[in-house]
């Protein structure tokens, strides 16, 4: 006790000092880990399925963009045979009275958009599905994601003619046309989506948002006030927007997908988790409202949900979104 009661200035600034150099660290630590997520390392299950893709009524083709952007071509396999995901799909679409294009057949192309520590092979059960109702699916990693030879994300900003990009010189390469074409993005994805349908001449007919944000900063700055309640989240996110700058030279306060979002005239159909915390179910519903309304938008609450598990509920979200897709990608109607 003496020795405190000698040494209490020292203890308290060595204690000052220990706290603002691990908030210090926490900081950096957030603003890099935005801007470079760590990455994930391809999978067991991602292997045996590109090892058999018949198995999932599949054919892949790999590709790399001229920028280095490494891609995957799924398409339903020629014989028809859609596996069990696929076969699931199609009944369920039967069931609501949609019209189906023959097993095996191509009738357009869907540009896939993965979310933050995500890869382009998480998204092969997805295409699986969609390529069992006639689609294409282009599957690619992000910058800073999977393989792609960039270090840094900025949630589309710079990402945002990204997949048409993609979408174009996949069609050159492998002898198919660009339209019809729709988009769909998850969580980072989806805001990378929003900026892509925004672009000037956007060929997408109709796009998907599953999961994703209004605003990163109000998302970022929920995130920070869950952990370090609200007096100080506003200085730690401030903060944190001052590294993710410097690494990236884009402000996280910039990242507003609802601006864009007022662009948009395409049918858009946006689906959220109604317990993500994550990104908020308000955050979801204000990007939906953000949307003009002429294109009949849709909006979908998967009841039960959270962040991660919205695509495997007992929710029939992939009914949903195929047959948003199959009503608006369509042959011969394209409009921007």
């Not at 989506?193 to 599953?210: G, R």
């Amino acid at each position: 006790m003496k020795f405190i009661r000698r040494n209490w200035i020292k203890i308290v600034l060595l204690a000052i000092i220990g706290s603002v150099a691990g908030s210090g660290c926490m900081v950096l630590w957030a603003g890099s880990q935005i801007a470079s997520p760590s990455r994930r390392e391809l999978m067991p299950y991602h292997l045996d399925l590109l090892s058999d893709p018949e198995e999932i009524g599949m054919v892949i083709a790999h590709f790399s963009a001229s920028d280095g952007t490494p891609c995957l071509i799924c398409e339903p396999h020629p014989s028809g045979e859609s596996g069990e995901r696929g076969k699931t799909i199609r009944e369920q679409l039967s069931g609501r009275g949609l019209s189906l294009p023959p097993p095996g057949t191509i009738n357009g192309t869907l540009v896939l958009c993965h979310g933050r520590k995500g890869r382009k092979e998480d998204y092969l059960p997805i295409a699986s599905r969609l390529c069992a109702v006639g689609f294409r699916c282009i599957l690619f990693d992000m910058p800073a994601h999977g393989d792609h030879p960039q270090e840094v994300a900025t949630y589309g900003v710079r990402e945002a003619s990204l997949p048409v990009t993609l979408l174009h010189e996949a069609s050159a390469k492998f002898g198919f046309d660009e339209r019809p074409a729709g988009l769909l993005g998850m969580s980072m994805g989806g805001s990378v989506a929003v900026h892509s349908a925004a672009e000037a001449d956007a060929p997408w007919m109709a796009l998907v948002v599953i999961s994703s944000f209004d605003s990163f900063a109000e998302v970022t700055g929920y995130q920070a006030s869950k952990v370090l309640g609200d007096g100080l989240a506003g200085y730690f996110s401030s903060a944190v927007d001052r590294v993710y700058q410097g690494d990236s030279g884009v402000s996280i306060r910039s990242i507003v997908p609802r601006d864009k979002a007022a662009e948009i005239g395409i049918p858009t159909m946006v689906a959220h988790g109604s317990d993500d915390e994550v990104v908020p179910l308000d955050s979801g519903r204000s990007l939906f409202d953000a949307f003009p309304n002429g294109g009949g938008n849709k909006w979908v609450e998967v009841p039960g949900a959270g962040h991660d598990n919205v695509l495997v509920t007992d929710f029939p979200i992939y009914a949903e979104i195929a047959g948003w897709m199959l009503r608006h990608v369509k042959a011969g109607g394209f409009s921007r």
